[in-house]
């Protein structure tokens, strides 16, 4: 048994299936997270079942949030590996994270400037449908 698996043997062990479930991700991409280095090499039972740590579910969510707010794979894969790489990198996973903080900004930004294109066009449509509608009265 590895270090990182006796580490787990206090926490609740998780398996794949369970960790899909919760997290809303496919045991496919769960394995690819793994194989592409965004989860550390997740720990293995005696049956070479993979078994995660309640403490893994935060991981994930976070990298989840990530995801969702438009972070690549690339730069998700860079933060992990500062991650791993301990205390000494604090300084740029702040970075990267104030960097893509001010491109989630911008892109939120052009967001709102869409929505008020769209407000525009929706108001004209329920404008010339009111007239439609007078006129047919």
């Known amino acids: 048994m590895t270090n990182k698996s006796l580490a787990r043997q206090d926490t609740q062990i998780l398996t794949i299936s369970q960790v899909s479930e919760r997290t809303g991700l496919s045991r496919d991409t769960l394995r690819y997270y793994e194989k592409v280095g965004l989860i550390e090499s997740v720990g293995r039972n005696s049956g070479n079942h ?8 935060d ?8 995801r969702e707010t438009g972070m690549s794979i690339e730069g998700m894969r860079h933060y992990a590996q500062l991650r791993s790489n301990g205390a000494k990198t604090l300084g740029e996973r702040l970075g990267l994270l104030r960097e893509h903080r001010s491109s989630l900004e911008k892109h939120i930004q052009s967001l709102r400037q869409s929505a008020k294109v769209l407000d525009h066009k929706i108001n004209y449509y329920e404008e010339l449908l009111a007239k439609q509608q007078k006129r047919k009265h």
């Not at 991981?59 to 990530?66: I, K, P, S, V």
């Open 50 to 57: 993979r078994c995660y740590a309640v403490t893994d579910l």
């Open 59 to 66: 991981w994930l969510a976070f990298l989840l949030r990530l």
